[in-house]
């Protein structure tokens, strides 16, 4: 596979002359959203698809930017949890420098997935898979199931806060028809 390594620094700092006093989850919106709007200008001029890398857990958490790393036009990661794309990258025998690299998404010093989440993966996949493939809304359920109220409580505002992110977003209602995916002509 060709890499390619292009600095964003520039463009960055061109918008934030004086980054420091920026907040850092925006500074890193707008590091997101620049990387990826250089993909797509790459993948424009080699006639190429930008594939993303979220995962499930990172979907459901609402843990990306929105047009940012996010954004892309295909994702064969999208259905799999954090701790599945693990066991995907152990199976396929990915060098252990990436397979046990601490998740982060490198925007700024000592930033990491988990400690910006206050979720630790294997816990909150673990909590997601009860809540969303068996259905398991109740709270007795959840505790008796090892979960503490603090985490499930925050795993699910995580959840409900960013749902928009799910989602394309949401146009006016005017009573017209939807568009139709594919329209063919008799």
């Not at 809304?137 to 749902?163: C, H, M, P, W």
Request: charge should be neutral; charged fraction near 25%.
């Amino acid at each position: 596979m060709k890499t390619r390594k292009i600095p964003i620094s520039p463009m960055i700092d061109a918008y934030f002359p004086d980054i420091k006093t920026v907040e850092s989850v925006r500074a890193g919106n707008k590091m997101a959203r620049e990387r990826m709007s250089i993909l797509f200008d790459i993948a424009h001029e080699n006639n190429l698809l930008v594939l993303g890398t979220s995962n499930r857990t990172e979907i459901c958490l609402g843990y990306g930017t929105w047009y940012g790393d996010v954004a892309c036009s295909v994702n064969p990661l999208g259905m799999l949890f954090k701790t599945q794309v693990r066991q995907m990258a152990k199976f396929y025998d990915i060098p252990e420098e990436i397979l046990f690299k601490i998740p982060t998404a490198d925007l700024w010093p000592g930033q990491t997935d988990e400690k910006e989440l206050g979720l630790e993966y294997a816990i909150v996949d673990r909590l997601l898979y009860f809540m969303i493939e068996k259905g398991m809304t109740e709270r007795a359920q959840l505790n008796k199931a090892g979960f503490e109220n603090s985490f499930i409580d925050r795993t699910v505002y995580l959840l409900n806060k960013y749902y928009f992110k799910r989602h394309l977003p949401a146009m006016a209602d005017i009573g017209l028809n939807p568009i139709p995916d594919k329209i063919e002509i008799t």
